[in-house]
Every structure is written in C-alpha cells, then in structure tokens.
C-alpha cells in the first residue's frame, strides 16, 4: 500500500456543467409505494410457520445470573423453544466487536447482566403474544453487583469491574497531540475553559430494529433485517454464528429511519439467526418501543469534557484542548469511530494548527453507545463553537465577526488540518454570508433590547457552524490503536446495470440503502443523466449477500457520493457497450457515435441512430448482429472505491485522509426563553448548508430539516435517563421527548454549492449537518437571552429547570 | 401473529363484524388481540404501522367512525360493528394516488414513510370541513403524530397543497387559492426571505402561544 496519495482532482471548475435531471426538484421515486403503505418493513413480512420471539430483560444494572428457571414458560403450549445465555456460549461465537477482544458480548447476556434493559432470555412461541407469556412466567435469580453509573467514578481504582477480564473500566485511553498545545495556550492573549456535558440521547427512528431468519434450502440461513451493513459484515455475523459465510444470506429490507440507530446494528439479525438456527423454524424478533429505548442496538454519545481555547488578542484562535471522558456504557461495539469522527474535523472550519484530544472511554451499567447523526462530530463541534463563543464574548467579538477572523479562506483548499485529515474544498464567508443574508440580525439585535424594555421578553440570537465530513474511510476505526487487529482500509460502494432485452433498465444496489433517505431517487437520478431515461422508468433493487458486490452502505454522509460514482461507473461501461453494439450494425467508428435522450446516434447525424430496445434485442437475440468476440446480454457492475483515502502514519504524528468530503453549514436562530417555566420557542431560523453539488435541492432541504429537528431534540428535550442507581428512566416516548410538530420550527433554509474536486458530479454528503450544528445555535441563543442572568449552557439537553434554577439563582444573589 | 389460536391463556375468542375500508368483514378473534394487530395480522393491512405500541407516537393512527384513533390503544374486539378507514381506502395503487397522496409525494412530506399512513390519515379528517389552514393551524392538528424524519415542515406544506387540491376538486376545478403562510414572526420583516426555497411564516403554535 502507498503510503500517500492524493487524487488528481477531477476539475469542476467553479463551473458547473448544466444537468438534465441532477440539480432539480424531482419528486422521489421512493415515495409512492410508501404513501399506499407498502413500505415493506421488516415487520410486514409474512412466512409460513414463522415463529416469534420475545425477550425478558434485565430489571438491574449489573448482577450475576444466578439461575434461569425455564419450566413455566416451557409449559405454556404454543411455546417453541427459551434460549438463554448459555445456550449462547454452547453454540456462539461473541459477536463482532470493534473494541478490545476482553470486553465480549453476545446477543443474550452470558453469566451476568450489565445494564438495565440486556437480554436476559428469550422466548419463542408461535404468537408474539403467546411469547410474551412465556416471558411472564421465566423465574431467574439474581446476585446483584454494585451499579457503576458514574464514569469518572468508574475510572477509580475501587469500582466494580464491568468485565473481568479486562481488568479496569477503562475501555481504552488514547491522546493525540498536534503541534504544540502547551505553547499555543501559554503565547494565547486569552484561554476559556469549560466544563460540558453532551447528554445521552438515540436516533430513535419510528420503525424498530427487527429480523426475520429462515431455515432455507442447502442449509443456507436466509436473515431478512433492516440493519444497514450488512454486506460488509455479513462475515462477521456467520461467524458469530459459527455457520460459514456462503451458508447465511442476508437480505436487505427497508428501514422505517434510522440515523445511526441501524447502522451496524448487528444484534438483532444475529439473535434471529441465532434462534433459526436452534429451533429449526423461521423466527420473527422485532423489538417494542420499549426494547428499543433501553437496549437498542445502541444509544449515542454521552460525554464530559474539561476543554480550553486560546485566542490571540484580536481573536485569532490559537489551540485547542480536549479532556473527553465518554460514558461509553457496558460494552464498546463500535465506540472508536465516534471520536474518530471527532478528529476528522477537529478544528472545525477554522486555522489553528495546535490541538490536544485525550479521550478515555469509561465502561458503566448503562447501554452501549453507537452512531447517531453526526456520529460523534456533532458533539465535538458543539464544544468547539462554545467555547468559540466564549472567546467572542470576552474579546468583545460578535459571532459571526469572530469565525469570519478564524475561517479557512477559499483559496487554501485542500487544506490538511492538524491530524492530517484533508478538507476538500469550501467556501465558509459566501456561507456565512448568505445566511445572514437571509435573516437581519441587527433588526433582531434591535427588537431583543426593544422587547426586553417595553414588553419584559427575552429574545436571544445564536449563529454557530459546523463542518459536515462526509465519506468516511475505514481508517478511522482503527488508528486509534498501535497494533490493530483489521487495519481495514477498503470503504467501497457497488452497483450494477442491466437493459433487459426489452430495453428497460433494472438497477441493482449492492447494500441496505433504504431508511428514509433516497437512495433510489439519486441513484435513478444519476443513470437518467448518463442514458437519457425518466428516472422513473428505471426499477432499483436490492442485493442479498449472495450476489452483493463489495459496498460498506450508508452512514457518515456517504451513500449519494458514493453511489454516483458507482452508477456513474457502471453506466460508462455500460454505454461503451451500446455504442459499440451500434458502431458495428451502423457500420461507423464508434468514435463518431454519442448518446443522447436513450438513442445512439451518428454525432452530427441525428438521423443514423439506434434505440436502447433495438441495442438490446441486438444483445440478448441476435449475437450474429454483435462485433466479433462482444459477449451476449447488457450487464454491467462497477465498484468505486473511497476517492481519497491515505493510511495513517505508523507513530499516529499524522492519522492520514480519512474524510475529507467536507460540507458547511451556518445557523441563525432567534429564539424566545421564558425565564419564568424555562420555555424555549423558536422566532426565526434559518440554516444554510453546502453539499456541494446538490442531486435534489428539495430532498436536501427535508434531510436539514429533519436533522435540525433531531438536533433540537438533542438539545433541548430528548435524554436517556439513568438515575444514579443506574436505573433506566426513560421507557417510554413519554419520558423520552421525540420533537412534535409543535416544537419544531419552520426551517428557512439555503444552499451554497462547492463541487467537491474529488467526487463525481462535486456531491458531497449531506444528511447530517441540521443536528450537527442546531446544539450549538440553540446554546448560544439560550445563553443570549438570558445573558442577564449569566446563563452558560454547559450542559444538553438544556432542562427548563435548568434554565429556572439559573434565574432564580440570579436574582437570589442580588438580594 | 395468528389471533385464531392462542392457547396459552386460552383467552376468550369472539366473533366480530366490522366495516374496513368500506367492506363488512367477520372474524373471529381474541380478546386480547390489538386493534392494530387485528388489521396487520388478519386483514394484511399493513400499512398501520407500530411504532411505540404505547399510544404516543400515532404511527398506528385509524380512521374510526371517521375519527383518528390509536389503533393500538384499542382491542380488536371494541371495533365491532364499527367503521375503520385505513390508508389503503384512500388508495392501495401506488399509479392512481389519491390528491392527499399526491400532495405529499410533490412536497416530499415523507422521508422513511413509516409515519406517512397515519399523517396521510389524518390530513384526510382535518380536511373534512374544506376550511384553509394556517402553518399553525396544522402544526397542532398534526402533533398527535411523530414523524422522526421530516421535521415536519414538508408534511404541513403537504395538507395544505392537499387542502388546495381537495377544494379545487370541490369547486369543479377552480383554483381557490395558490399562496403559501406569509405571515411572519412579530416584527419580522418577511421580504428578507428571498432566496430560500420558501418563506413560511414563523407562526408556529410555539410562539405563537406565548405571544398570545
Ligand atoms: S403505535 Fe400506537 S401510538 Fe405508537
Ligand atoms: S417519514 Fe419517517 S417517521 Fe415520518
């Protein structure tokens, strides 16, 4: 492997060239079989003889299983089979882990419990309701172990051990140091420190995650699931299972949303397949609302920072430093990853060059953490742009005066950040511009003193901004450790085309793209552009593991850069073939052939042309009519890899290019704080996002919307509530505040466009950015409108009572 | 799952009539058995969707006697001799949309579409009375159901290109009206919004509330 390359850069050219179908507003080809109710999830399959399973979970957070008595649920007629965790360690392997190999989990806990919500057993019966009896009649014993909640107390020499064999509750510790951070901090005329808490929340989609595994013919396991890797870890999963990989084939079905919660969400298909294969029969395992809340397959991010930034005296950043203890919960899974996306945008959209990130990720009794919209960015950058904000404050800086000081200028990209990360290209001012372009913040500045004197509200103004990375490479999870046990490096997306002999297009994508995005409509939308067809008339499939070329499926903002340049690639090689087909019946070089609206035709001779139908009859029916050696039928793959990847140096001085799409975005937000209940409420927002070349302007503004919604959610009313006992307050939708259409704001948004140079089209990704910006906007806004009263959001979500007590607190201390 | 056997706690089976989409239909069930398991299980109509199974979220939402309901929180065996209006009433043919489809389809109201049927539902008894809308208006009327993708803005653009729609209809194809929310937040000055996909007003139940 080379060490460093960077790609050549396919020019854009500030220009873009004039689309057909790319760039408009075309409804999405997803939508209507989902507005009849034929989505076809998960749970909407129906099978003969299939079973189904019901789990009783842990009531406690950490305890030894003492026993297991299954007789009761046993005697329940209508009831299969009760596996518990030593049916797992009979006849499982642990299932995938990216963390340390001592801290091992399996779909049901074996020999103790560590959180409260785990998989203690399972029933499978013939009706979910019969299951849940048998849940009801299942007696276990248990020897309760002392709950480890907090994770700076975790750390501490005497705390329980969540597992044995690792020897601490210390995941994994790791700091990485750019240029000098001591230095930077010591010269800066100024350092803010804070002390925050990015509270515990999940992507919470309306569609659970769940599984359908079925006994099939030749002793292959057919999983149908709505997790979102599959091909790329189907391995993994077989091997769990201890079944060869040729033996299990995976299928995807369609997710009802998913925004990280179904990302590599691996415990659930393995679980079915689990109970398939013990009881011989086809087994539903569909979580509840319930199951989902506190087990999920994972929660997100929890974490507590001590964090400093220096500035110079006219406001120039000169360093950051980061203490981050992340409540990673009783097992790692997939936590390396989260602050690896952290580190690709460390420095957000500004110049510094010193950084520190020390990270220790704690083990407690609480739900392991996974990915969630903006998959640990998002929590980095709400760190970074408070304690931008606090330099703001104490230099005398408005907010959008000191980012325009710090920002990365047009002319320096690709600009490589402390770390070695590349940003691709951008244009942060024109960002930052138009939204404020949008929104008259001296009017507002004005009306928040005005309604404070005369009406006693209390309006506050944020702008913040986020990088969006987008188009992740495998690197980041494992450059975290010295001797990695899979330093992957491949992150690939696949696609295939066939023209039937009618001539009608079939596409195939080769992993689980579905969850609420448009996979179709962008894929569909891209083969229009190259061949001329309605994207409507083209038919999109999905390939099971069987037939799945490589592709790693969506997640980190990847799937639409990733995918166009598969069809795109695959559409190359496929018009070759139509043009040579019709250069040798035209009898003309295949020089002088174009193709154009789904005819060849003579360039400059219109006239002289052949169909898409006629090509194909030619191709399937009359090989006669083919050119010497040319191969029966249309089909073409293509597989294209990450576009600009480079390993991480060996001593980690430089991590290499792991994400280096980079998007922008800049919020607005007037909001309205009632310091009386603690009531926030939105006046004007308005969000401007760069994706670089937009497919679907309409499409792009729903997944910001829709982002910015969550983001909302995270900041000021979701939160997976563990007391201190480490029980799980959060059971329900009414405890755990999914935003309402009440509480959301009409989003105005806009788009600036930044051809990426190094994608096909200039796409870059951009389903993430609403949440991974709003935290930082609605702090800033809260803290603005209560300024008077000191108000500084340390902590998210923002608590009415929070706000109440900081008032109250206030005006106590001026009596 | 079958609602025909259940033989665990033998509960107690009747047999019910009801009218679903506009066809009287018997069968017998459990007494334990859902509403909303009922019409997914027995009658394959999927399209009612769980997501919480503990009446929060409305994903499950019905039509009941023309009325929006939780079809989770009932028992199959409440709806008998009682009318039930699934999204498959509306249209089951996904060429031939009905307009309240076809409006969320042009708005893009849906992302994941598991929300869709209920919302879908609900704009269809909200826009019973033919009555025009405001952004707040159907912000309230809508929040009984969560829609985790969308953020909402699309689906209420959605009702109200559906309430066009469905009154054009009405009015033999006249146009009644064309114009999105315009009205603004206190203050505001709405000709600022100028280059964004559209403007509405920031009249949403939130502020407007406290504004009072
Ligand atoms: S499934 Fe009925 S309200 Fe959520
Ligand atoms: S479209 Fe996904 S929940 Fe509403």
New interface residues.
Partial sequence: MTATQEPTAVTHGGTKPAYKYIGSDRKRVEDPRLLVGRGGYVADMKMQGLLHAAILRSPLPHARIASIDTSGAEAIPGVIAVLTGEDCKAHMNPCMNFGPSTISQYPIAVDKVRYVGECVAVVVAESRYVAEDGIEALEVEFDELPAVTNPHAALEPDAALLHDEHGSNLGYERTFEFGDITKALDDAHLVVSDTLHWGRSAGMPMETSGAIARPGTNGVLEVYCNSLNFSYLQFLVAGALRIPSNKLKMQPVAAGGSFGSKFTAHKVPTLAAFLALRTGRPVSYVEDRLDHLMNSDHHASDRYYEARMGFTEDGMITGLDVDVVDDYGAYLQFGVGTHGNALSQATGPYRFRDLRYKLRAALTNKCQQGAYRGFGSEVHNWVLERLVEQGAKKLGLAPEEIRRRNFIQPEEFPYKIPGGNVYDSGNYPEVLDRALSMIDVEHWRREKKRLREEEGRYIGLGIATTQERSVFSSTEFWFWFDEPAFPITSSPESATITIDPAGQFQLLLHCQAMWGNSPETVSTTVLAEEFGVEPESVNVSYADTSRALPGTGPGGSRYTVMVAGAVRGASRKLKKKLIDIAAHSLEVSADDLELVDGRVQVVGAPERSLGIPDLAASAYFFALNLPPGMESGLEEAYTYDHPYTTLPSADRSDLGVFYPIMGHACHIAVMEVDPDTGRCSFLDYVAVHDAGTVVNPKSLGGHVTGGSAQGLGTSLYEELAYDTEGQFNSATFLDYLVPSANEVPPFRIGHVETPSPYTEYGIKGGGEGGRMVTPSVVSAAVDDALAEYGMHVQELPVRPATIVETVQDAIDARQ | ???A?????ATDTRTITLLVNGREVTRAV?T??TLSDFL?EDL???????????G??G?CTVLFDGESVRACLMLAVQARGHEVE???SL?????D?HPI?QS???E?G????????AM?LRAKEILADGRERS?AE???D???I???????????NAVQNAGRKLSRGANGGAGTHDGVGTSA?????TE???????????D????TE?RG
């Avoid at chain 2, 394959?44 to 503990?54: A, F, M, N, R, Y």
């Avoid at chain 2, 969560?146 to 209420?156: A, D, E, F, P």
């Avoid at chain 2, 949403?204 to 502020?207: D, I, K, S, T």
């Fill in positions: 799952m079958t609602t056997e259940n033989p665990a706690t459990s334990r058995t997914r394959d109509l999927v399209s009612v969707h769980l997501g919480c199974e503990h929060v979220c994903c699934t999204v498959e249209s089951a043919d996904q060429n949309l489809q969320f389809a042009e893009q849906l992302q994941c579409g598991f929300c869709t049927p879908v952004d159907v912000r309230s809508i929040s009984g969560l829609c985790r993708c969308t953020g909402y803005q699309n689906i209420v937040v206190d203050g505001a000055e600022q919004a100028t280059d964004i996909d559209r403007a509405p007003g920031f949403g139940p939130a502020g406290q």
